[in-house]
């Protein structure tokens, strides 16, 4: 179960299942693993799908059932290692959709069940990833499936490589250059309906893209003979039914054609012109599209016809015999048709047909031929026409698949996958110099298995001195000897009869290679033979114990064929071909070379070890096709016919070296570069000898000694599940391994991102700095400038303004208006005033007069009329009482009021006894009698022509302003003022000793009122006041420190009042 998982590619590299479909539990190692094995159906797992697996691998019984049990449940693939074998199903199986080839598609060998693709998905990754060029090698007997095989690789190829647009065309081309190579190429045998009748190589050209750009391929033996004779049962190549059957009616009277397989020759031996398999007509249509795809031009194909219609007509042609028993042509008709087919002369090509050039003495003769003679001289000449037609298309097909460098010019170097499908081993009843040709085709081909899989793989273990038993297989280098070897081969032999001199025939042959060979364990003849075999052999018969099987070869026409040769005067006809493929195909050239070209065997031979070389060369993967059964019959399984093949392919050996062996090698350092990161002693790098690395490597995952060998470049290792456990823990180890590359990047990536952005940041901030600092350096330029322009200004002063001096005056004017702008006086009682410098003196004064204009202005504007009133009146007040009167002062800041005395204050008949005059003002004041100084409380009222004395209701003395002659008070802070008045007459009781605790007040309005603003008298020391007829009185007033007023004992008033200012 568990090898199941692990690819053994050619490289031997080891590559393990992606767990992507869900996961699975090894057993052994107990480690999560992919899980192909439930990915598969039951269906796939009939059998083992790989014989490696097979628990009895020695027995060919257990062997034969595991193909049969597949092969019933219609599974026809099965791998050995990485050689697939393949049983023709005879049937359609639905295993080759577009859906299957996106299932292999990249996916690794065992993962999916085992098929066609995924060995051609393996090469095609291989050659990508390891750049070496590949090659698929399919091998097996006629009608085991190569072709089939061969086309499904190609198909694969072409629907899974990457493709562009011209990649197109080059995939177009290659899958449709089969169909014309097989209606060309191939013909229905007795083993196969469509059985390839020339070998093929192709090379399949990739870019370094992996998409498919060219190809190539190399054609190898047609089987000319087939031209002209078919046997029982077989037929001619399928272009000539195909042609007949499908091509429309004009194109069949332009040929000079019916349609009719049965009016002709060459396409009546073997009687079976109609196979049920084989739809001429559809198949004429595909092929006709393929040739345009090609980049077959329209008179192209029109002259390629043309030859293949002269072909039919060429085995018309009828001949009659003189009576000189020579040769002469009935068919008239024939000719014409030729003629005008081929585009030569009708008579020349006539008398060609019938005579023979023969240069005797230096002169040239024409001999005329029998009608046996000229018979075959016909079919050596369709045969050639046909045969270099063929040649002809594989090189025009070549030409179309180029690799074209100016197309894709990014494709430098391409890589190859090269596609062999060759006839395959076969035997018929009669067997002539084809069969012996592709059969010794096959042992070469077997050879080269032989050497690259058996014989190398077991070298391998010599060389690198690992103990090994040598698993015995049949080594069929004898028989490729006997065919090949210099002088003494058959083929040597072959082009020694058909040179020399004399009568050399078939018979001689065959006796020469009696007298040579005779004793060859692998040849035997009738004569050389024991009774048992002579009965099954004839005369003219020789046998080779082939690999596969006995065949025994006719010797009739083996020279003939050989020597391949057209008689020189139909070359010469044929090189007058105005056909321009015919003309390509003659070359005139060839008539002046007097070398006798190759024999047809010794080219074959030389094409073959080149063929060998080539593949050689390249990688091979191998496919071995296994025929189920003669009858191409589906679903049926010979057991016999079968386990013959099994046996000389060589299968039973294959499994055996391959499980004997070692599952896997690889070189010591690439052993050691994959794996050395799982041991300590080797990670991250080993400094010794390589052996001592992969040694300590493997001691330290515990391998056992059984389980792998070390050789001298290469370690062994024998079970694929050690290897599995080997990459299980890879597996795992990558993980931490990614983890910490991924650490290690990270933190790369961010340093370096962070470095960046430090790097920037420290570029900005230098050019920021820089900008700072060049900014910086322009300021102080520019204030040292200033500066030094201010004291040069400075030293300038006092010159009158010029260029030195007038940044400073400006300066200092400007300084000056901006201090005083920020300074101005905000009252007009501010008295500040900024200095100003001389020079600006003048306009500072002015300037100051207009601030005090307009601040003066501003302030009367503001001022409401009852201030401008109190105003006037403190103007009065200041002019009566300013430094004259100690309590002024403190009058200053007291704002006078209308009255000191409202309505409700004085007594209605008062008001009623001052009729129509308005009171003005009303104070109450104190009154002092004149005799006693008694002080009576009264009411000062004031109208605008007189005043009044008031007693509560009553009117105690009405005062004429006309008759105030004065009023004097003190200068101390006392309150008391005199209202002198007349006294001549009675009623006048003299002047009043009044005191008001409003003083300034009640005196200016008094002075206002009266219009006395000149007649207050302020007194110091004492005032006199009359009462009365010539009496007087003295107040006295004398500063003290409190208001007292008191009557003196010598009579008089006196007032003591505090001094509240010096003056
Ligand atoms: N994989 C296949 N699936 C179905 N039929 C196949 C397959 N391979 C071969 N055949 C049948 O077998 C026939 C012979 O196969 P072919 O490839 O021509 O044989 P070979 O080239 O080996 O002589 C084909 O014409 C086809 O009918
Ligand atoms: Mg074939």
Not at 208 to 221: D, E, T
Not at 503 to 524: M, N, P, R
Not at 715 to 728: Q, S, V
Not at 824 to 845: C, G
Request: proline content about 3%.
């Amino acid at each position: 179960m568990m090898e199941l998982r692990i690819q053994l590619v050619p490289t031997g590299e080891i590559i393990l299942p992606p767990g992507k479909n869900g996961e699975n539990y090894c057993p052994n190692c107990s480690k999560v693993v992919g899980m192909m094995e439930s990915a598969l159906t039951a269906r796939d797992r009939v059998g083992v799908q790989d014989f490696v697996l097979l628990e009895n691998h020695t027995s060919e019984a257990a062997f034969m059932e595991n193909l049969r049990k597949r092969f019933k449940e219609n599974l026809i693939y099965t791998y050995i290692g990485s050689v697939l074998v393949s049983v023709n199903p005879y049937k359609d199986l639905e295993i080759y959709t577009k859906q299957h080839m996106e299932r292999y598609r990249g996916v690794n060998f065992y993962e999916v069940s085992p098929h066609i693709y995924a060995v051609s998905d393996n090469a095609y990754r291989s050659m990508r990833t390891e750049r070496r060029d590949q090659c698929i090698l399919i091998s097996g007997e006629s009608g085991a499936g190569k072709t089939e095989a061969s086309k499904k690789i190609l198909q694969y190829y072409a629907v899974t490589c990457p493709a562009s647009d011209q990649v197109q065309t080059v995939k177009d081309r290659l899958l449709q250059s089969n169909p014309v190579l097989e209606a060309f190429g191939n013909a229905k045998t007795l083993r196969n309906d469509n059985s390839s009748r020339f070998g093929k190589y192709m090379d399949i050209q990739f870019d370094f893209r992996g998409a498919p750009v060219g190809g190539h391929i190399l054609n190898y033996l047609l089987e000319k003979s087939r031209v002209v004779h078919q046997s029982h049962g077989e037929r001619n190549f399928h272009i000539f039914y195909q042609l007949i059957e499908g091509g429309d009616e004009d194109l069949l009277r332009r040929l000079g054609l019916e349609r009719n397989t049965q009016q002709y020759q060459y396409l009546v031996k073997g009687n079976c012109s109609k196979v049920s398999s084989i739809n001429d007509r559809s198949e004429w249509k595909v092929v006709s599209k393929a040739l345009t795809v090609i980049g077959f031009s329209e008179e192209e194909v029109e002259e390629l016809l043309n030859i293949i219609a002269s072909v039919l007509h060429l085995g018309n042609l009828q001949f009659g015999t003189e009576d000189s028993g020579y040769a002469y042509i009935t068919t008239d008709t024939q000719i014409k048709y030729l003629a005008r087919l081929v585009d030569v002369e009708g008579a020349a090509l006539k008398e060609a047909l019938t005579h023979k050039k023969i240069i005797a003495k230096g002169e040239e003769l024409m001999s005329p031929l029998n009608l046996e003679q000229a018979a075959s001289a016909r079919d050596a000449l369709a045969k050639a026409i046909y045969g270099r037609t063929f040649s002809w298309l594989v090189n025009k097909i070549n030409h179309s698949l180029a690799f074209k460098d100016e197309q894709f010019p990014s494709s430098k170097n391409t890589s190859v996958i090269g596609l062999l499908d060759i006839y395959g081993f076969e035997v018929f009843q009669q067997n002539s110099f084809e069969q012996f040709c592709i059969n010794y085709c096959n042992e070469k081909l077997q050879q080269l298995f032989i050497e690259l899989t058996l014989k190398s793989e077991q070298d391998e273990y010599e060389s690198e001195g690992i103990t090994w038993e040598p698993v015995q297989y049949f080594n069929n280098k004898i028989i490729c000897d006997l065919v090949e070897e210099k002088f003494k081969g058959i083929i040597s032999i072959l082009d020694e009869e058909c040179l020399r001199p004399g009568d050399a025939s078939d018979i001689t042959f065959l006796e020469k290679l009696e007298s040579t060979l005779g004793g060859h364990a692998h040849f035997v003849t009738h004569k050389l033979a024991d009774g048992k075999t002579r009965k099954v052999m004839g005369r003219e018969e020789f046998r080779l114990l082939h690999y596969a099987g006995e065949v025994n070869y006719n010797v009739n026409g083996f020279l003939d064929k050989n020597n391949d040769l057209l008689f020189r005067n139909l070359k010469e006809v044929t090189c007058q071909s105005e056909n321009k493929i015919l003309s390509q195909c003659f070359d005139k050239e060839e008539l002046s070379d007097k070398k006798r070209p190759e024999t047809t065997a010794t080219q074959f031979k030389t094409s073959l070890a080149k063929l060998m070389e080539i593949l050689m060369s390249k990688e091979p993967s191998y496919v071995r096709c296994i025929k189920p059964n003669d009858a191409k019959r589906a679903g049926h399984f010979d057991e016999v016919l079968i386990r013959h093949q099994v046996k000389y392919l060589g299968l039973m050996e294959n499994l055996r070296v391959r499980r004997a062996g070692f599952a896997y090698r690889r070189r010591y350092e690439v052993f050691l570069q994959r794996y050395k990161s799982l041991c300590p002693g080797t990670w991250p790098n080993w400094q010794g000898r390589l052996p001592d690395g992969v040694s300590t490597l493997v001691k330290y995952l515990g391998y056992k000694p059984e389980e792998y060998k070390l050789g001298r470049t290469k370690i062994f290792i024998r079970f694929p599940k050690t290897l599995f456990a080997t990459e299980d823990a890879l597996e795992v180890r990558k993980h931490s391994l990614a983890t910490k590359l991924q650490a290690c990047w990270k933190s790369y990536s961010q340093r370096s991102k962070y470095l960046k952005m430090r790097h920037a940041a420290i570029v900005v901030q230098a050019w920021w700095r820089g900008i700072l600092a060049r900014r910086v350096a322009k300021r102080r330029r520019e204030a040292a400038n200033t500066i030094r322009r201010f004291i040069k200004g400075f030293i300038f002063r006092k010159h009158p303004r010029c260029p030195e001096n007038e940044y400073f005056l400006d300066y200092v004017r400007y300084s000056f208006l901006m201090t005083l702008k920020r300074n101005l006086p905000k009252t007009v009682l501010d008295k500040s005033w900024p200095t100003p410098p001389p020079a600006l003196t003048e306009a500072s004064d002015q300037l100051r007069k207009l601030c005090m204009q307009n601040m003066v202005w501003k302030y009367c504007k503001r001022i409401s009329p009852e201030w401008k009133h109190q105003m006037e009146q403190k103007m009065v007040a200041s002019e009566i009482f300013k430094d004259k009167k100690d309590n002024y002062p403190q009058s200053v800041a007291k704002l006078f009021v209308g009255t000191r005395l409202n309505g409700e204050e004085i007594n209605p008949k008062v008001f009623q006894a001052l009729g129509n005059e308005k009171m003005k003002y009303g104070v109450p004041v104190t009154k002092y009698d004149r005799k006693g100084y008694r002080a009576r409380p009264r009411q000062l009222l004031l109208t605008g022509t007189y005043a009044v004395l008031v007693e509560d209701a009553k009117v105690k003395q009405h005062i004429d302003y006309s008759t105030l002659q004065g009023i004097s008070v003190s200068s101390l802070s006392d309150g008391l003022f005199v209202l002198h008045l007349p006294c001549e007459d009675n009623k006048q009781k003299g002047d009043v000793v009044l005191q008001s605790d409003h003083i300034i007040e009640t005196l200016t309005k008094v002075a206002i009122c009266a219009e006395k603003i000149n007649n207050i008298n302020i007194n110091q020391g004492s005032i006199k006041f009359a009462f009365g007829r010539g009496k007087e009185g003295i107040i006295d007033f004398t500063p003290g420190s409190e208001l007292l007023i008191t009557k003196a004992k010598n009579g008089h008033l006196s007032v003591t009042a505090p001094r509240l200012n010096s003056r």
